[in-house]
T-cell receptor, first 114, second 115 residues
């Protein structure tokens, strides 16, 4: 069964460093998303991406964040200069449809900023 | 703005007992509602969803949920819980804007199953 994959599973970085979180969405999906979950808190929407551009982004997704689909398979989230408060589990998701189409989630990347 | 409330942070049930997890939503139009489950170290797996039609929806793993518009609720139920159901459960509502859609999640309910 096709699934969303994410690498790495755990990333440790120093404050101020750049990190890139990688995702491989399901191959025939067209809509891509990033969510994050700070420990003990709810899962929060960061950004949605379609047709090589951002469809919607949350207030969390400021200038420090960017997303890219560099080729036909990968979808990346870059944090330019990490802060302590960026420590969280980051989930990638994809869907074949927009709207109420089911979003399939990856296992997440745990980012720890020291 | 849409929101989801899960009033129970933690629930413990005995294996074989019935389960009901509560979810209340706030949304201006007809909501599209979801229940996801997250096992330790795993991503979010969709259990079931409600779009329209029959207000009682069936999902995977023997779960069902009932949409009650008058109560703004979408509670998840299972008649007999198995130890493998221990996990965190999230209720969510989707907001659709053109080609964009985003899920708004509740804070989750952690289910513990005792043998």
């Amino acid at each position: 069964e096709p699934e969303v994959t994410q690498t790495p599973s755990h990333q440790v970085t120093q404050m101020g460093q750049e990190v890139i979180l990688r995702c491989v969405p399901i191959s025939n999906h067209l809509y891509f998303y990033w969510y994050r979950q700070i420990l003990g808190q709810k899962v929060e929407f960061l950004v949605s991406f379609y047709n090589n551009e951002i469809s919607e982004k949350s207030e969390i997704f400021d200038d420090q964040f960017s997303v890219e689909r560099p080729d036909g398979s990968n979808f990346t989230l870059k944090i330019r200069s990490t802060k302590l408060e960026d420590s969280a589990m980051y989930f990638c998701a994809s869907s074949i449809l927009a709207g109420a189409g089911e979003q399939f989630f990856g296992p997440g990347t745990r980012l720890t900023v020291l | 703005a849409q929101s989801v409330t899960q009033p129970d942070i933690h629930i413990t049930v005995s294996e074989g007992a019935s389960l009901e997890l509560r979810c209340n939503y706030s949304y201006g139009a007809t909501p599209y509602l979801f229940w996801y489950v997250q096992s330790p170290g795993q991503g979010l797996q969709l259990l079931l969803k409600y779009f329209s039609g029959d207000t009682l929806v069936q999902g995977i793993k023997g779960f069902e949920a009932e949409f009650k518009r008058s109560q703004s609720s979408f509670n998840l139920r299972k008649p007999s819980v198995h130890w493998s159901d221990a996990a965190e459960y999230f209720c969510a509502v989707v907001k659709i804007t053109g080609t964009a859609s985003k899920l708004t999640f509740g804070t989750g309910t952690r289910l513990q199953v005792t043998l």
